[in-house]
């Protein structure tokens, strides 16, 4: 199966991975964002939707802030052909584990904040909080596949772009920024979420894609897979700064502040 497909790109990658972990991982992130989710449903209790939230953003934040803090300065000790001996192991676990954890940990914060109470006239913000996150992630996604020109990319682009911002013209009219609901500090953090979403899923994982097909190739480029993963371990650092932050606006928002 070609590595240039989607189909084969993810195959090959959960192939490196292992796929036990890489089926794991996304299996059991899947079914647990379900479980609280549906709470209605399945009658999974604050504290669980809690625990799930907090433990996915745990493991978010800590894998980013190690990318960054200390997985990138050994690396840049390290020669190009060992660099990238290191992200061809690393790249095909992390393009699993890391956008599962995000997912959960977006996901699951804001149907919590709905939940409790957090996030009232929820609507039209998640509207527009989607349109500014689906539509320059695949631009991005477009631009560092270099996939401007492929019928799939440009339907995607266009049901996400079509869909999105319908979404955001059925809801606006009960969109009121005066309001003090949903709250500053919700608002800021759907703001640093929607960088680190962009972030990750429009530039680290087009990353991850082309140091895999770099890596599959007739003649794989060490130079390339050690400048890209180098540059995706320091933004990661970068994310988990900001994750930080996020974390520092939740605990306000439960507790009042520091």
């Known amino acids: 199966m070609s590595a240039s497909t989607i189909r084969g790109t993810i195959a090959g990658l959960g192939s490196r ?33 809690t625990y799930i939230h907090v433990m996915a953003g745990l493991l978010w934040t800590g894998t ?40 959960v940990t977006i996901a699951g914060g804001i149907t919590l904040a709905q939940r409790v109470g957090l996030f009232p006239n929820a609507g039209p913000w998640l509207a527009l909080f989607t349109a500014v996150n689906v539509i320059p992630v695949l631009l991005l996604v477009g631009r560092r596949l270099n996939a401007f020109g492929d019928r799939r990319w440009q339907a995607a682009f266009a049901v996400g772009t079509v869909g999105s911002l319908a979404w955001v013209a059925t809801t606006v009219g009960r969109l009121n920024p005066a309001s003090p609901e949903p709250g500053l500090v919700i608002l800021l953090a759907l703001g640093i979420v929607t960088l680190l979403s962009v972030q990750g899923f429009g530039y680290l994982m087009p990353g991850e894609i082309r140091m895999y097909r770099e890596m599959t190739s007739a003649n794989p480029d060490s130079g390339v897979i050690a400048r890209i993963g180098t540059q995706n371990a320091k933004l990661g650092g970068i994310q988990g700064l900001f994750q930080l932050v996020v974390i520092a606006l939740m605990v306000s928002l439960r507790y009042g502040g520091f």
């Open 17 to 49: 991975a292992n796929p036990a972990f890489a089926g794991g991982v996304v299996g059991v992130s899947v079914l647990a964002l379900a479980y609280v989710s549906a709470y209605e449903v399945t009658g999974a209790s604050v504290q669980a939707h």
């Open 64 to 103: 980013d802030l190690f990318m960054g803090a200390v997985l990138g300065p050994v690396i840049g000790g390290l020669d190009e052909e060992e660099s990238a001996a290191v992200f061809s192991r690393l790249t095909p676990k992390t393009a699993f584990f890391l956008p599962a954890m995000a997912l």
